[in-house]
Nanobody, 124 residues
Framework: QVQLVESGGALVQAGGSLRLSCAVS????????MGWFRQAPGKERDFVAA????????YYGDPVKGRFTISRDSVNNTVYLQMNSLKPEDTALYYCASKYRSRLITAPNDYDYWGQGTQVTVSS
């Protein structure tokens, strides 16, 4: 069984930065595509970023391109989301997800395992 635990969410002012972490235990982390998603109240869960199992390939949703960076640490079995130039519209519950042995994918339903989420609130 795979377990994902997110951390790093906080209240931050617009223009600020945060780094989210997702610690992964269980199945082989190094073979999993990892993704970050976010969901604001009353809205659907949206794709934010994904990273391949090797870390060589990344992909971002349009709203965060150039501001967010996804990375992974295979020693500590952790995936990160560095968020810069934060905007009030980035306010949401952020989730990480994993998919064992997969190409980069952006649809939430394609991921197998999810964390509980960490709240990011950006004030104007």
């Amino acid at each position: 069984q795979v377990q994902l635990v997110e951390s790093g969410g906080a209240l931050v002012q617009a223009g600020g930065s945060l780094r989210l972490s997702c610690a992964v235990s269980g199945r082989t982390f190094s073979s999993a595509t990892m993704g970050w998603f976010r969901q604001a109240p009353g809205k659907e869960r949206d794709f934010v970023a994904a990273i391949s199992s090797s870390g060589a390939t990344t992909y971002y949703g349009d709203p965060v391109k150039g501001r967010f960076t996804i990375s992974r640490d295979s020693v500590n079995n952790t995936v990160y989301l560095q968020m810069n130039s934060l905007k009030p519209e980035d306010t949401a519950l952020y989730y990480c997800a994993s998919k064992y042995r997969s190409r980069l994918i952006t649809a939430p339903n394609d991921y197998d395992y999810w964390g509980q989420g960490t709240q990011v609130t950006v004030s104007s």
